[in-house]
């Protein structure tokens, strides 16, 4: 057996491997390139595909592909043979002969068809040009495909023929310039001016269900919808609280653990895997990374688990509300900022209130969070959210922003103009002094304690030396979110360092009161965006909405936000959207919210119509073929225990399909408008109506004998 630390990276091309191969001069001429997001020369550009085609060759790898995010949620990938057919000249006779040519033309772009990707009506369908191209700053790696051999995958962006962004790797590329270049002008102001670049990090904590595979396929809602529509929730679900942490099953921990050495294998760090609350759920976890990284490292995590668990004959589901009852899952994003160097701007130090380059990061993310809660509200929505937040075990569907005392404090202190007070919180037989946990039991070490406690119940946390953005959904992925906060902090540190400068005045430097007498005005401005409560009682929500705080409920008012010009200017002053692309990513969420929706109203009525009510009916048959039998021989049919269930499950299968009837019309009102207008019927009556059916196809599974019941029910794919 190998050691992760052993096949970490194995099969990545990475900048050491590339060193290795190329040539001093030309590797340096591609760092250049590269680090200055020039375009390479056509020389460096044949070089590196020289190097990195005989390497993937040595390990066996037959085709390239460029691997990249349209607007769905998941990647893209058109493989293309190294093989090429050359005419070839020997002893005057010419023959053709196969060899394996990839130039530095065909690594550096390709041209997939645009149309066939949402581009939200940007490009018609006459121009459909597009293009990937190379994304240099994420490494390259191999994939197996059939029969041992490999694909060489190229990380890559997708635009337009006129350059618009139709993926999610442009637009978070282009936030990522964004912080930096807001970051390193602050940092120059405060006289750090060695720093030449900045990057947001990103750790994904992964949440996940496992199921059998094989009653997985005999439920056609999971299958199409990725969640089960409806099923009454089991006897035993989560309220022993004795899944978290619990012992993984075998069969789970084998699929997992071979998941985790296949990413290694691909330099994805996972650190945690762990079960989550609800049965049947887990959780894995990386060791952060810059954010276009750890977006690609994401989405490969989700790939091979998919594929893994398939070899296990499990089903992996990342839908964020796969079963009614249980908990949902979330993507945890952690976030921060770091300089080239790997400082992290958002460690706190022992003494915060001292640090002024860490409050003013907090501060200027917090002032983004609250100017723009709208947008990120915007960047989690999604059909299969909307069953997550706002529901009680999740972060409510307000954004707030969660500190801690100890943080609470150093911002009230300076917004109070006042030196930190420091009160030790005192409990019998416990010192808990600052950062340290004394137990008082002598066998037991005094341990560090953080310098926050945890808060579940909010949308965004810090969380010692990062915040969490707990409220984005599992499915998704992890790019528009990052892009969004990305923008909002960019134009916050922006408007920070221009106060700061103007505050100064003649000075080169800001002084220390320069920068607290801006920090006040600030912290001043961006306080209602500060919650430490919790986010789930319905308190908050009251007050939420006194402070003037967005409270949007459906999806459609989510992703109208991006259009709101108090977003998007934010959006477009710092390079990261144009209108045209905001447009654009408006309509495609809509369309792919509308479709959502459809499918599963499809999809519910093909069940109650070919699985439900079928089911109902042959119960009711026997039944009334029972109390035709005891009239026969005499017994009184109204007395009948048969009687009563027969007459329940009248009124249960009346109302039941009288709702089928309305869902119906329901669709076809949909499907007949524009989708626009789909997207906000469906808002407005699929949620609920869906809701409503599940509830009472939930009653008649509960009536019904089980071996009339065609799907599996909750304890079966639960247990
Ligand atoms: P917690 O248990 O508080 O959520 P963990 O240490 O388990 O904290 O971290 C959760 C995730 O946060 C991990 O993926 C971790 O790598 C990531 N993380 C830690 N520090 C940072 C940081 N500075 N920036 C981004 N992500 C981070
Ligand atoms: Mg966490």
New binding site residues.
């Given amino acids: 057996m190998a050691y992760p630390s052993e096949t970490f990276g194995e099969n990545v091309f990475s900048l050491s491997r590339l060193a290795e191969t190329l040539p001093k001069p030309v590797f340096a001429r591609f760092i250049q390139q590269v680090q200055g997001r020039t375009t390479l020369d056509k020389d460096t550009a044949d070089a590196v595909a020289h190097a990195v085609k005989v390497w993937a060759m040595n390990h066996g790898a037959t085709h390239f592909t460029h691997w990249f995010q349209p607007q769905t949620g998941t990647t893209a990938e058109k493989h293309d043979s190294f093989l090429t057919l050359r005419n070839v000249t020997t002893n005057g006779v010419e023959e053709v002969r196969p060899l394996d040519i990839f130039s530095g033309s065909q690594l550096l772009q390709s041209e997939p068809d645009a149309s066939s990707f949402p581009n939200g009506g940007m490009r018609s369908t006459f121009e459909a040009r597009g293009y990937t191209i190379w994304d240099t700053t994420s490494p390259m790696f191999l994939r197996n495909a059939a029969h041992g051999t490999q694909v060489l995958y190229i990380p890559s962006v997708f635009i337009s023929y006129n350059g618009e962004a139709l993926d999610e790797k442009t637009t978070l590329l282009r936030s990522s310039e964004a912080i930096s270049n807001a970051t390193v002008r602050l940092l120059h102001l405060l006289g750090e001016t060695h720093v030449k670049r900045a990057y947001t990090?990103?750790?994904?904590?992964q949440e996940f269900f496992l199921v059998d595979r094989q009653l997985y396929n005999l439920r056609p809602d999971l299958r199409m919808c990725g969640r089960a529509i409806f099923g009454a929730p089991p006897p035993k679900h989560q309220q022993l609280e004795d899944h978290y942490f619990g012992q993984m099953p075998s069969r789970v921990l084998a699929a997992i653990s071979e998941a985790e050495l296949e990413l290694a294998k691909l330099g994805v760090p996972i650190?945690?895997r762990h079960n989550e609350v609800a049965p049947n759920q887990f959780e894995v976890?990386?060791?952060?990374e810059e954010a276009s990284v750890a977006v690609d490292h994401n989405l490969l995590v989700m790939e091979t688990l998919h594929q893994v668990a398939h070899r296990h004959k499990l089903k992996v589901l990342f839908h964020e509300k796969p079963f009614n009852g249980v908990n949902g899952s979330g993507k945890?994003c952690?976030?921060?900022i770091?300089t080239a160097d790997g400082e992290?701007l958002?460690e706190p130090t022992a003494h915060p209130e001292e640090n002024m380059r860490f409050v003013l990061v907090l501060v200027a993310t917090l002032d983004a969070v609250h100017r723009h809660g709208g947008l990120l509200r915007a960047a989690i929505a999604s059909a299969g959210n909307e069953h997550r937040l706002g529901a009680n075990e999740a972060p409510p569907s307000i954004v707030s922003a969660f500190l801690g005392d100890q943080l609470t404090e150093v911002l009230n202190s300076i917004e109070e103009g006042r030196s930190i007070r420091v009160e030790p919180p005192k409990r019998k037989g416990i010192k808990v002094g600052g950062t340290v946990l004394d137990l008082q039991v002598r066998t037991l070490p005094t341990i560090a304690r953080d310098l926050t406690d945890r808060n579940r119940t909010s949308a965004f946390a810090f969380?010692?030396?990062?915040f969490?953005f707990r409220a984005v959904g599992s499915k998704q992925s992890p790019s528009f979110p990052m892009v969004l906060l990305n923008a909002a902090v960019a134009q916050s540190l922006n408007e920070l360092t221009d106060d700061l400068t103007k505050q100064m005045g003649s000075r080169t430097v800001p002084s220390k009161d320069d920068i607290r007498a801006v920090l006040k005005i600030w912290i001043k401005r961006s306080k209602p965006i500060r919650f430490e409560g919790n986010g789930y009682s319905q308190d908050w929500i009251a007050e939420a909405e006194a402070r003037g705080l967005p409270h949007i409920r459906t999806c459609p008012e989510a992703f109208a936000q991006l259009l709101d010009p108090s977003h998007s200017k934010a959006l477009v002053t710092q390079g990261v959207l144009t209108q045209e692309e905001l447009h654009s990513r408006y309509h495609i969420l809509m369309e792919k919210y509308c479709k959502d929706m459809l499918i599963e109203a499809n999809t519910m009525h093909a069940i109650a119509t070919q699985g439900i009510l079928p089911a109902v009916f042959a119960y009711r048959k026997e039944l009334a073929e029972s109390l035709v039998a005891q009239k026969a021989i005499g017994v009184d049919a109204a007395a009948a225990p048969e009687k009563s269930v027969l007459d329940k499950s009248s009124e249960l299968t009346v109302a039941f399909q009288k709702e089928v009837g309305v869902l119906a019309k329901t669709i076809e009102e949909i499907t007949s408008a524009e989708p626009l207008e789909g997207a906000k019927i469906a808002a407005a009556k699929l949620f609920t109506l869906l809701r409503s059916l599940g509830d009472k196809a939930n009653d008649i599974e509960n009536l019904v004998g089980d071996k009339y019941w065609p799907y599996p029910k909750f304890p079966e794919l639960l247990f």
């Fill in positions: 990090t990103l750790g994904t904590e650190k945690t976890a990386p060791i952060f945890h952690n976030w921060s770091s992290n958002l969380t010692g030396n990062k969490e």
